[in-house]
Every structure is written in C-alpha cells, then in structure tokens.
C-alpha cells in the first residue's frame, strides 16, 4: 500500500520548498509534485503543499501486516 504525506508552509522562498523536499527525501519519501495556494493581491503564492509517497512497511498503518 501506497502512504501519502503532505507538507504545508507558508515560507513559499526556493530556500524553504528544497528544505523541506530535501528533508522528506532523506526519510526515504519519494516527492510526487507541489501545489500552490494563490493570493488575489499578490503574484506570489501565499502557500504550498509539497506532497511525498512511500510503500507502507509492515507493521505500519496501511502496510502488509
């Protein structure tokens, strides 16, 4: 079985997003792909959703035993 993780900031800087990316990876999560939550006011988004998948272990929630 598939887990999904999604990450939420409003620090939407290139800094922060490869942080967090780097992070997630490290701990064995693959990156799928980002969102962005849009201001009206403003052309830069005023958050991000980074989302991460990875086959559930057994004795995980969601895995095979």
Known sequence: MVQWKVVETSSVTDESLEAIVNDWTQQGWTFEGMQFAMRESSKRPAMAFVLFTRRA?????????
Not at 57 to 65: I, K, L, N, T, V
């Open 57 to 65: 272990a057994s004795g995980e929630p969601g895995g095979d035993g």
